[in-house]
């Protein structure tokens, strides 16, 4: 890279910073009195939606109190939004809010396949007052990222809906203002024309290309650490192609839809991945990105095996976790080693899980366990998180939060799982070196000869001889069963023979198979996250698990 080159884009960090740091002052101000800043935050999105067919059928207008708020708008969700989206999505004016919807983005839904979530001007601010002070955070704490490139994990879509959506769906710096864009496009290690590719295959060849020609690489957010990790093993199964793109510097015949795309070429990147063995391992990491200072990722809950996993592959590098975001909006970031709640951005309600009562933020106490419930400029009123946080301690007056796992617990026929019992387990199994295991299934009966079940999918690890895999498995599901048993409830379903036999199932490609699952269920491919816990639904479940010995018990055929 030339002087010149590395000179831009150490003063287009900088401007970057500068253009961030307003923000994070922001919310360290408004941590100093908080009932007024969520008071505001709360007036405004009144402003906003006051006059449309939500307002309306709420009883709000711009002045509005608080206690009336909660008293007229219920604890909503998605379905209870559904048909105001659809109705919006048609053409219907004012309907959610009196502003103008930029976007629909998709997530995956638990009763419908795809949920879209409406984002509007405003609504793209909120989120901004989220990424501006952590963006402002990152360069202080990590000095590395100043200069160099950046990689941040587009917001990936299904193939088969590409086509059907605008370009700024499959490109999260859509979400900042444009004068933020500017700044950040020209420090991005791959560029936002990516998301034009027709299909995601395409898109992570190209994004492969593009990390790999980028030397300089100080900076990488991913959502999912799997992710990361995906992306290293398509690296590892694809050496030979991208090699010989980075020779070339044009894109192989089999991908036609990235024809218009400019292609990277790197004859320094294209040797060293010549010179490789072929091993995705911490020598070739160093080797192809001796200067990556940060990697961004999940690292809590049923995420951290897979953070720790993926550090490992980069130890020249420092980590550093993600907050609590989703499709819906924003909960929490990393500041200062902390994760704060983004009082700047959405309103904020709270369930304590314990009493069950609904509390405002600045009524927070450390050590609750609590479910947010967010108030947002798209005009979804009071939308309960299927999250569980824990107060962990405050900046100023502003909570801050751990997260603990989702609320999603499973009960196939009254058995009662939790996340929390998956946990647990997983990290039970996770002590035998021959497994890694991914997550706990509920399994509903597929025929009337079936009973529902619980597997325990697992990834085979280089110690298994695949030889020993049936015995590994009829032995572990024992364990797995006896595991189980501990809890009442699952006991007491086993024993009235409402339950079958739980298995371990281990699979050479266990993640392929978890994320082809989800992506079938509608979720985005880069924002797939490991559950601890959830119901295979909608679909057959491949078990060719050994049958463990039922001891008095009966198994499922």
């Given at each position: 890279?030339?002087?010149?080159?590395?000179?831009?884009?150490?003063?287009?960090?900088?401007?970057?910073?500068?253009?961030?740091h307003?923000?994070?002052?922001?919310?360290?101000?408004?941590?100093l009195?908080?009932?007024?800043?969520?008071?505001?935050?709360?007036?405004?999105?009144?402003?906003?939606?006051?006059?449309?067919?939500?307002?309306?059928?709420?009883g709000?207008?711009?002045?509005?109190?608080?206690?009336?708020?909660?008293k007229?708008?219920?604890?909503?969700?998605?379905?209870?939004?559904?048909?105001?989206?659809?109705?919006?999505?048609?053409?219907?004016d004012?309907?959610?809010?009196?502003?103008?919807?930029?976007?629909?983005?998709?997530?995956s839904?638990?009763?419908?396949?795809?949920?879209?979530?409406?984002?509007?001007?405003?609504?793209?601010?909120?989120?901004?007052?989220?990424?501006?002070?952590?963006?402002?955070?990152?360069?202080?704490?990590?000095?590395?990222?100043r200069?160099?490139?950046?990689?941040?994990?587009?917001?990936?879509?299904?193939?088969?809906?590409?086509?059907?959506?605008?370009?700024?769906i499959?490109?999260?710096?859509q979400?900042?203002?444009?004068?933020?864009?500017l700044?950040m496009a020209?420090?991005?290690?791959?560029?936002?024309?990516?998301?034009?590719?027709e299909?995601s295959?395409?898109?992570?060849?190209?994004?492969?290309?593009?990390?790999?020609?980028?030397?300089?690489?100080?900076?990488?957010?991913?959502?999912?650490?799997?992710?990361?990790?995906s992306?290293?093993?398509?690296?590892?199964?694809?050496?030979?192609?991208?090699?010989?793109?980075?020779?070339?510097?044009?894109?192989?015949?089999?991908?036609?839809?990235?024809?218009?795309?400019?292609?990277?070429?790197?004859?320094?990147?294209?040797?060293?991945?010549?010179?490789?063995?072929?091993?995705?391992?911490?020598n070739?990491?160093?080797?192809?990105?001796?200067?990556?200072?940060?990697?961004?990722a999940?690292?809590?809950?049923?995420?951290?095996?897979?953070?720790k996993?993926?550090?490992?592959?980069?130890?020249?590098?420092?980590?550093?976790?993600?907050?609590?975001?989703?499709?819906?909006?924003?909960?929490?970031?990393?500041?200062?080693?902390?994760?704060?709640?983004?009082?700047?951005?959405?309103?904020?309600?709270?369930?304590d899980?314990?009493?069950h009562?609904?509390?405002?933020?600045?009524q927070?106490?450390?050590?609750?366990?609590?479910?947010?419930?967010i108030?947002?400029?798209?005009?979804?009123l009071?939308y309960?998180?299927?999250?569980?946080?824990?107060?962990?301690?405050?900046?100023?007056?502003?909570?801050?939060?751990e997260?603990?796992?989702?609320?999603?617990?499973?009960?196939?026929?009254?058995?009662?799982?939790?996340?929390?019992?998956?946990?647990?387990?997983?990290?039970?199994?996770?002590?035998?070196?021959?497994?890694?295991?991914?997550?706990?299934?509920?399994?509903?009966?597929?025929?009337?000869k079936?009973?529902?079940?619980?597997?325990?999918?697992?990834?085979?690890?280089?110690?298994?001889?695949?030889s020993d895999?049936?015995a590994?498995?009829?032995?572990?599901?024992?364990?797995?069963?006896?595991q189980?048993?501990e809890?009442?409830?699952?006991?007491?379903?086993?024993?009235?023979?409402?339950?079958g036999?739980?298995?371990?199932?281990?699979?050479?490609?266990?993640?392929?198979?978890?994320?082809?699952?989800?992506?079938?269920?509608?979720?985005?491919?880069?924002?797939?996250?490991?559950?601890?816990?959830?119901?295979?639904?909608?679909?057959?479940?491949?078990?060719?698990?050994?049958?463990?010995?039922t001891t008095?018990?009966?198994?499922?055929?």
């Open positions: 890279m030339s002087v010149i080159s590395s000179l831009i884009g150490r003063l287009l960090h900088q401007a970057s910073y500068y253009l961030s307003k923000g994070k002052n922001t919310l360290l101000e408004g941590s009195n908080v009932e007024a800043t969520q008071t505001a935050v709360l007036k405004t999105l009144f402003d906003n939606i006051a006059g449309s067919e939500n307002a309306n059928k709420h709000i207008t711009s002045d509005t109190t608080l206690k009336e708020y909660q007229q708008v219920p604890i909503t969700d998605y379905e209870y939004w559904q048909s105001s989206i659809s109705r919006q999505q048609q053409g219907n004012f309907v959610l809010t009196k502003l103008d919807c930029e976007r629909y983005q998709p997530t839904g638990s009763t419908s396949k795809i949920k879209w979530i409406p984002y509007t001007q405003a609504f793209l601010s909120e989120l901004d007052h989220a990424i501006s002070p952590w963006v402002a955070d990152l360069y202080q704490q990590y000095p590395g990222v200069k160099g490139k950046h990689y941040w994990s587009l917001s990936w879509v299904p193939s088969d809906l590409r086509n059907k959506l605008t370009t700024s499959n490109n999260d710096l979400l900042l203002p444009w004068w933020k864009r700044f020209g420090t991005m290690a791959v560029p936002e024309s990516i998301s034009l590719a299909t295959d395409e898109s992570f060849f190209a994004t492969a290309c593009y990390l790999l020609s980028s030397r300089d690489l100080s900076f990488i957010s991913v959502w999912s650490p799997t992710f990361g990790l992306l290293l093993e398509f690296i590892q199964d694809h050496k030979i192609d991208l090699q010989q793109t980075l020779t070339q510097g044009h894109w192989p015949d089999k991908y036609p839809g990235l024809k218009n795309i400019p292609c990277p070429r790197s004859s320094e990147s294209a040797n060293i991945m010549a010179q490789w063995n072929g091993k995705a391992d911490a070739f990491t160093k080797a192809i990105w001796p200067d990556l200072a940060l990697i961004s999940w690292d809590t809950s049923s995420s951290k095996i897979w953070a996993k993926l550090h490992a592959l980069f130890p020249h590098s420092e980590f550093q976790g993600k907050g609590l975001w989703a499709t819906e909006g924003v909960i929490s970031i990393p500041i200062n080693n902390k994760y704060p709640l983004t009082i700047n951005s959405h309103f904020y309600e709270f369930e899980l314990e009493t009562e609904i509390l405002t933020s600045w927070l106490i450390a050590g609750q366990n609590v479910r947010p419930i108030s947002s400029g798209n005009g979804l009071r309960a998180m299927k999250d569980h946080l824990r107060v962990t301690s405050f900046i100023n007056l502003c909570p801050c939060f997260f603990i796992g989702r609320i999603d617990g499973t009960d196939l026929v009254g058995e009662k799982l939790s996340p929390e019992v998956a946990i647990q387990l997983i990290n039970q199994f996770n002590q035998f070196d021959t497994i890694t295991p991914i997550t706990l299934i509920a399994i509903p009966a597929q025929s009337e079936e009973k529902p079940r619980y597997s325990l999918l697992c990834s085979a690890t280089a110690t298994l001889i695949m895999k049936e590994t498995e009829h032995h572990l599901s024992q364990r797995l069963e006896e189980l048993c809890h009442f409830h699952y006991k007491l379903a086993r024993e009235l023979g409402q339950l036999h739980a298995k371990i199932l281990i699979k050479e490609n266990a993640l392929d198979y978890y994320a082809q699952h989800k992506i079938d269920q509608g979720m985005v491919k880069g924002n797939i996250k490991i559950e601890p816990l959830i119901t295979w639904e909608n679909a057959p479940f491949e078990s060719k698990a050994a049958e463990p010995s008095g018990m009966e198994s499922v055929r």
